[in-house]
């Protein structure tokens, strides 16, 4: 495979590919404070995360976060991590696989997916790269943020974008901003949500837990608390739950600063004191399940809710490899490649006079000294 920032000198004329790029945060690369650290740093450089000018934040960060916050962080990744490894890295590959999969089912091998993560491995040089080589001329970036934020859909764009300024010849870029309030995953969630109740009964709340940004991004634009919440409303909506069944909250809380409320865990510790006992809990905004559903939802704020009263707590699984889900994943992508997919593939004729016709120009072209 050739290096994404070099062009090779000569290259066979081969028919041009569709590439999807799958966008999902990041996972450290082991369980362990030496793999932790660098994930961390990345991440909490990010100016999209954490708006502090870095000359306030570098040192906090250095001095600090980064002397202490790996080896707690470690300790909650040894939790859910699997023999296979990160939850996030095998549920993204999986999903990665399946779409694949049904766009070659459906005879669409001019179709190739990638997948690449914001923070650690695989980066977006790297699945950029990959589309390359297997001469990806048109790329639709999807990030599997069904909600958009500046701290995650917003970062994923300037990646991409980082990648693309130190790249001579660029595809063809499209790039889904949200799908929040699309139909297919609405549809796709809600059954998670059906099979829950079919296993386990129905719970007296449906909590609906997002991951948490501070206040102060919603007051200067963002749509992400918006589009939580028109989530939350659509899936009620298919549930037929009524405004007193279900509630909307936000997790993930980190510093000082206020952010989205209410908070996740407090939630809970309330509707138990309050008499609630049985409750379940989905994060609508996860499409992959991850440290911050397995361990922060599905096992901490599970400890607060039982320890506060409850006696029933139910943790919905993330989308995962749900077919639904699967499913939605190629209709969103297609919407957004309908013209590329209705543009003929040429054959090998039409290659072949493509590579004459550009061998002929070259050998046209006046030399450097203009003889």
Same mark, same amino acid.
């Given at each position: 495979m050739f290096s994404?920032?070099?062009?090779?000198?000569q290259q066979a004329e081969q028919a041009p590919r569709i590439g999807i790029l799958l966008m999902n945060l990041g996972t450290p690369a082991k369980a362990d404070a030496k793999s932790v650290r660098p994930y961390l740093q990345q991440f909490l450089l990010d100016s999209r995360v954490v708006e502090i000018p870095k000359i306030v934040w570098l040192p906090i960060v250095n001095a600090w976060i980064l002397n202490t916050r790996p080896r707690q962080s470690a300790l909650k990744y040894r939790k859910v991590w699997t023999p296979e490894g990160s939850p996030l890295r095998i549920h993204t590959e999986r999903q990665r696989k399946l779409l694949a999969g049904y766009f070659t089912e459906t005879g669409r091998d001019d179709v190739q997916v990638a997948y690449a993560m914001r923070y650690?491995?695989?980066?977006?040089?790297f699945a950029l790269d990959w589309l390359k080589g297997r001469q990806c001329d048109r790329v639709l970036v999807l990030p599997l943020y069904p909600q958009y934020a500046s701290s995650s859909t917003g970062s994923a764009f300037d990646a991409v974008a980082k990648v693309m300024r130190r790249l001579r010849k660029v595809p063809e870029m499209r790039f889904v901003r949200s799908f929040h309030d699309d139909p297919a995953y609405i549809s796709a969630l809600a059954g998670t949500v059906t099979r829950s109740w079919a296993q386990n009964g129905k719970g007296e709340k449906l909590v609906m837990s997002f991951h948490g940004v501070p206040r102060y991004s919603i007051e200067k634009g963002d749509p992400y608390f918006f589009e939580c919440h028109e989530t939350a409303?659509?899936?009620?909506?298919q549930l037929n739950l009524s405004d007193d069944e279900y509630v909307v909250t936000f997790q993930s809380r980190f510093g000082r600063t206020e952010w989205l409320r209410p908070y996740?865990?407090?939630?809970l510790r309330e509707l138990a004191a309050k008499g609630v006992?049985?409750?379940?809990?989905?994060?609508p905004g996860f499409v992959?399940?991850?440290? *911050?559903? =397995?361990? #922060?939802?599905g096992m901490e704020v599970k400890t607060a809710f039982m320890?506060?009263?409850?006696?029933?707590?139910?943790?919905? *699984?993330? =989308?995962? #490899?749900?077919?639904?889900?699967?499913r939605a994943l190629r209709d969103i992508a297609s919407r957004h490649m309908a013209d590329w997919l209705a543009q003929p593939v040429p054959d090998a004729m039409e290659l072949m006079l493509r590579a004459r016709r550009k061998v002929a120009l070259v050998e046209a072209m006046p030399a450097k000294n203009g003889k």
């Open positions: 994404l920032f070099r062009e090779p000198p650690g491995e695989p980066d977006v040089r409303r659509l899936l009620a909506q996740t865990e407090p939630t006992k049985h409750v379940d809990v989905i994060c992959s399940d991850c440290l *911050e559903t =397995l361990e #922060e939802v320890s506060a009263g409850g006696q029933q707590y139910n943790y919905i *699984e993330c =989308l995962n #490899e749900d077919p639904d889900f699967i």
